[in-house]
């Protein structure tokens, strides 16, 4: 057993990340200051999961954390310095954010305090955290959980409940709207009446697009998928996550979901972001991913699977040539996948087609230099015949130089007598 909830101890594991939280927790309580590892690591822990990495609270201000730790020579990046927050990089490359225990002042954009207080007591720095099931500290020497806001209860009953006023609390930082739907779709659990309340009177102002398509990425990562799109479909957030999808009826929306729950952690996100979009039109989903900070590959590879994805009939209707192009296009296989991912059992022969197909690149039979030598001019004739001998290529009918050779010269003498 990892906790024993009549004692509120927990079975520290002798693995990383805990390895290393516990030799800085060591060091910086041996130079007199209070610390624990705190929030989402102590949460995943009681509930038995794994863990990827471990953040510290402790009464050692940001210098004071830095100091101790040049004493070690151990390197210290200064992210959130006037926050409190000090990441150290461990001798084992491992990244730990220490952050000093505080009180915010007063939250003016929607978003991050005006200031904070670095009041040195762990009781005042979990009564600012969102939720109770992430206020949590754990001694990580002796596993002894410090709860001053009934989390561990919480954490048993499956519930997610905001630490004080649900509605103050969100809308102190508004994103932790969206946390608390990818909490509850991840973790399996349900939010109590008042916390459920806020979310869905919560606006979103104040909420920049990078953190949300930060926290689609997050809900996207990881398990309850299609609980979460029905979360925020049902908290009435869906238009401020991805605008199109929230034009979509209801048959459309149960079809996104049920998609979503065949997801795997190796779907990429351009595969499932076209996933998502799948249901709306073409222009609607490039203007939306344009108004968005996607990368450009981001963009690129999703725009290229809605374009041949969307309907396997049409795919199907392309010449071999062009079908086979798709399946040798740098997200050939992604496309294979979003066949699949649709759940029509009528596409069994095209991902079996796009299977069979060479992973490695088609080696050009004839190339521009090629064609110039054989008196083809340089300009649009060039590009036309190059195209064609792919296609030639592709379908089969191409097998060799000479084969594409005769091609060329057959085309110059019908060039000639139209001229």
């Given at each position: 057993m990892i906790f024993d909830s009549q004692q509120n101890v927990c079975v520290i594991p002798d693995i990383e990340p805990w390895i290393s939280g516990r030799q800085l927790a060591i060091i910086l309580m041996q130079a007199g200051f209070e610390t624990y590892a705190a929030g989402g690591c102590v949460r995943d822990l009681i509930l038995g999961q794994k863990i990827q990495d471990i953040d510290l609270a402790t009464a050692a201000h940001p210098e004071q954390v830095e100091a101790v730790c040049a004493q070690q020579g151990w390197q210290t990046v200064a992210v959130g310095k006037s926050f409190g927050v000090i990441v150290v990089v461990m001798p084992t490359g491992m990244n730990i954010e220490v952050a000093t225990f505080r009180s915010d002042g007063a939250y003016i954009d929607g978003r991050r305090p005006q200031d904070v207080t670095f009041t040195g007591t762990a009781k005042n720095d979990v009564e600012r955290r969102d939720f109770t099931i992430n206020a949590l500290l754990i001694n990580i020497v002796n596993g002894q959980v410090l709860d001053y806001v009934g989390g561990c209860a919480d954490i048993k009953k499956r519930i997610i409940a905001a630490v004080g006023d649900p509605a103050a609390r969100l809308n102190e930082d508004r994103l932790r709207v969206l946390r608390a739907l990818r909490f509850a779709a991840r973790l399996g659990f349900h939010m109590t009446e008042s916390t459920w309340v806020a979310v869905c009177r919560t606006r979103l102002d104040g909420v920049s697009r990078e953190r949300v398509v930060q926290e689609w990425k997050k809900a996207m990562a990881g398990p309850g998928r299609g609980t979460w799109f029905e979360l925020v479909q049902r908290s009435g957030h869906l238009s401020n996550v991805c605008a199109p999808v929230a034009t979509y009826d209801e048959s459309a929306r149960q079809s996104l979901r049920v998609r979503l729950d065949q997801i795997t952690a190796t779907d990429q996100e351009s595969l499932i972001l076209a996933l998502w979009l799948l249901d709306s039109d073409q222009a609607s989903a490039v203007a939306w991913m344009d108004s968005m900070p996607l990368s450009s590959a981001w963009k690129r590879s999703t725009t290229w699977l809605l374009m041949h994805g969307r309907s396997p009939?049409?795919?199907?209707?392309?010449?071999?040539?062009?079908?086979?192009?798709?399946?040798?296009?740098?997200?050939?296989?992604?496309?294979?996948?979003?066949?699949?991912?649709?759940?029509?059992?009528?596409?069994?022969?095209?991902?079996?087609?796009?299977?069979?197909?060479p992973s490695e690149p088609l080696i050009p039979l004839l190339r521009a230099e090629d064609l110039m030598r054989l008196s083809v001019l340089p300009g649009p004739d060039l590009g036309v015949l190059l195209r064609r001998i792919e296609d030639g290529q592709l379908a089969g009918l191409l097998s060799s130089v000479a084969d594409a050779t005769k091609m060329v010269h057959d085309w110059l003498r019908e060039k000639t007598k139209e001229t």
């Open positions: 009939e049409r795919l199907r209707g392309l010449s071999i040539a062009e079908r086979r192009r798709c399946w040798r296009h740098a997200d050939g296989q992604l496309l294979a996948r979003l066949l699949v991912l649709q759940g029509s059992a009528a596409v069994a022969d095209l991902v079996a087609e796009c299977a069979q197909e």
